[in-house]
């Protein structure tokens, strides 16, 4: 008190103010004791102290106006309350042991001054003891039911949010629709139920493969339901066919079969059923069950569970959808890889095809080589095996297409002409008629046939594309000196066909313009060129084809450093010594 | 080629019924469509010649070729007259390897 008003006097301030704010927070008590007691304003600092202190009508009065609850006790005997605690804890009557109000006025050993939360018939109470004497005992109480509910909601809100990031995070790290069925399970159970399981819509033969979790045995239960299985859970069917999500309590567990549930669970309490929502199709349906005991599933829950389902369900679909693609992918890039490559008689030959968008494998870029009679003859059967190696307009799955396309149109033409010039103007008419805009090509095409004496001869046709270089036996290299029209453009194309001899040994290399017009080097902004690709040849003398195709394939991706700009294109025919 | 250069197409006219289209930067895969619509935009427009200035170009792939035969082949059809009137030394060694140098009217 002394302290207090010495603190008043020393900043002077709000001297005026301080008995209008306690009028008004005190109700019934005496206003007259009050201003005389507590909150005159000193004049002179010198008033008597007996005048100061206040009467028990007063006290009482405070002590009533508060909105902490106070009980007091004698000697373990309750001899006063105040009105709030009377509201907080009915049982504390005076006159009663203090025991018997319970938990909230008994808490031995439990250190004095500190508060401690006890639940009290639906209360939340902030319980406090305090010891004047060593008889009396004040108990002071704090309703904290609110804040308590407050809280309690502020982390169930918080479990949820994070359960549904772990759910994105965990959903989103697959491509596999049964994983994330699995996660969407593993889930599930269990944070939303104890047990879960998750029906994937029905595929061969209309069987709808399941899988589910029990909670304490980590593995996962799979198998397949029919039909009639499926109409056997109550709302399964509906949930299969993506309708709306029916509330738990709509949904009788009774009607559960056995075998729903997993072995040892008992029976299902409360059951909820709720569709995966996919990109416009039903992505499945996940099952929900609670054992006896088991809290019903309340609409927090609900809400939350259908947040989960329709995340589970994009992703179920979503990988779905990848994997059937996927699989188309690989049917469709299976025709358009780079061929295995025959080994025609007197000849050895390697290739390597470098796509641009590495994820894709296929690119504008292509080789083939066909046998004649087939790859089946083994090209033993002596006649002219024949080689290409184009460059198609564009760049990756369109291109590749059209790649494809004219592999497979020189395959079909071979059968009615085999001389490299009109088989290429041909080509050229195909190209001209075909319904995919801008079929525009560039190819070097060659017949290769065993020279007499030994080596092999080359017919070769250059349709706008860069001509081959020869590797000779002495180390020296030569562009081959022929060019034409590239295809796919003109009506009329000129082609300057030529004979190239290999002699046992010789090389002559097919590249596609990938190669040379490689940007990287140093600077990054360096072309590779022709010249560079030349000196490499010529180191490569005496390599078997496979290795010189490798060392060039290996050069240039060094120069390229890991900028790859476009398809590259590599076709080495390497004539065999006199056996 | 780690920065690539855009393609900017100008369009000057130096005589009646004559347009001159001045190329600069790539014309590749990703530049060419750009180069087919300003050419049909010019064509459209009802002109007897139209001549291409490609010696600003740095880079031509197949696809800027694709889309210069295509100018090639919608100024056929507008029968309109297509010229070259500059390039580079690299661009005539791709006209040549292409044989493209045997439709184009090249400068000498």
């Known amino acids: 008190m002394t302290t207090a008003r010495s603190a008043g006097q020393g900043t002077r301030s709000g001297g005026g103010e301080a008995p209008a704010g306690l009028h008004g927070e005190v109700r019934g008590g005496s206003h007259g004791g009050l201003r005389a007691g507590l909150c005159d304003d000193p004049p002179d600092g010198f008033q008597d102290d007996a005048a100061r202190v206040p009467d028990e009508a007063l006290l009482r009065a405070v002590v009533d106006a508060c909105g902490e609850g106070v009980v007091l006790c004698d000697a373990g005997q309750v001899v006063a309350r105040n009105a709030a605690a ?19 006025l008994s808490d031995p050993g439990h250190p004095e001054g500190e508060s401690r939360e006890v639940a009290v018939a639906g209360r939340r109470l902030l319980v406090r003891r305090e010891s004047f004497g060593t008889r009396h005992r004040a108990w002071y109480l704090r309703d904290v039911t609110a804040e308590h509910a407050r809280t309690e909601a502020l982390l169930a809100e918080r479990r949820r949010t994070g359960f549904l990031l772990e759910a994105g995070r965990r959903l989103a790290s697959s491509l596999n629709p049964r994983r994330c069925a699995r996660a969407a399970v593993e889930l599930a159970c269990p944070f939303l139920a104890d047990a879960a399981m998750v029906v994937l819509p029905p595929a061969a033969r209309r069987q709808a493969p399941w899988l589910r979790s029990v909670p304490g045995r980590p593995v996962m239960q799979e198998g397949v339901i029919g039909p009639a299985e499926v109409a056997q859970v109550p709302g399964l069917t509906e949930a299969l066919a993506g309708f709306p999500p029916v509330p738990s309590r709509w949904l009788d567990p009774a009607q559960v079969p056995e075998w729903l549930l997993p072995e040892g669970f008992g029976v299902a309490a409360h059951l909820l059923v709720t569709p995966l929502p996919g990109n416009g199709v039903p992505a499945g349906a996940l099952v929900l069950a609670r054992g006896a005991g088991g809290e019903p599933f309340d609409e927090e829950t609900e809400t939350l569970v259908r947040v989960f389902a329709s995340r589970a369900g994009a992703a179920i679909s979503a990988a779905a959808l990848y994997q059937e693609q996927g699989e188309t992918n690989a049917i ?4 358009l890889l780079p061929p295995r490559l025959p080994q025609p008689a007197g000849a050895e030959l390697a290739g390597s095809l470098r796509a641009a968008q590495q994820t894709s494998l296929v690119g504008g870029d292509f080789y083939d080589v066909c046998l004649p009679g087939g790859e089946a003859a083994g090209g033993e059967a002596g006649g002219e095996a024949l080689l290409v190696l184009g460059d198609v307009c564009g760049k990756g799955a369109r291109a590749a297409v059209l790649a494809g396309q004219v592999r497979q149109s020189l395959r079909a033409l071979l059968l009615l002409e085999r001389r490299p010039g009109r088989l290429v103007a041909l080509l050229n008419r195909c190209l001209l008629a075909s319904a995919v805009p801008n079929s525009f090509v560039t190819l070097v095409l060659g017949s290769l046939a065993a020279a007499a004496g ?126 | 080629m780690l920065e690539k250069t855009p393609l900017r ?19 590749d895969y990703d530049t060419a469509a750009e180069l087919v619509a300003a050419a049909q935009e010019v064509l459209g427009g009802g002109v007897s010649r139209l001549d291409l200035d490609l010696s600003g170009l740095d880079f031509v792939d197949s696809s800027g070729l694709a889309a210069l035969i295509n100018v090639y082949n919608v100024a056929r059809e507008q029968e309109a007259g297509l010229r070259i009137v500059a390039l580079t030394s690299y661009l005539r060694h791709l006209f040549q390897v292409t044989a493209l140098d045997h439709i184009f009217e090249l400068p000498a």
């Open chain 1, 332 to 335: 469709l890039t299976g025709g």
């Open chain 1, 454 to 579: 030994g080596g092999v001869r080359l017919e070769l046709v250059v349709a706008g594309h860069p001509p081959p270089l020869v590797l000779r036996a002495d180390g020296t290299v030569e562009e081959v000196a022929s060019r034409g029209s590239m295809l796919g453009a003109m009506r009329e194309v000129v082609l300057e066909p030529v004979t190239v001899e290999l002699a046992p040994a010789e090389v002559c290399l097919f590249y596609s313009d990938g190669i040379t017009e490689a940007f990287g080097g140093p600077s990054g902004r360096e072309m590779y060129g022709g010249a560079r690709l030349k000196t490499a040849l010529a180191g490569c003398a005496g390599m078997p084809a496979s290795a010189v195709v490798e060392r060039l394939e290996q050069l240039s991706t060094e120069w390229l450093a890991g900028r790859v700009q476009d398809d590259r294109a590599l076709l080495a025919v390497r004539a065999k010594g006199v056996r």
């Open chain 1, 86 to 104: 009377a509201r907080m804890l009915p049982a504390a009557r005076p006159g009663t042991a203090a025991a018997s109000a319970g938990e909230a």
């Open chain 2, 9 to 27: 197409t100008e369009v000057r006219s130096c005589e009646p019924g004559t347009v001159l289209l001045v190329l600069t930067g790539d014309l």
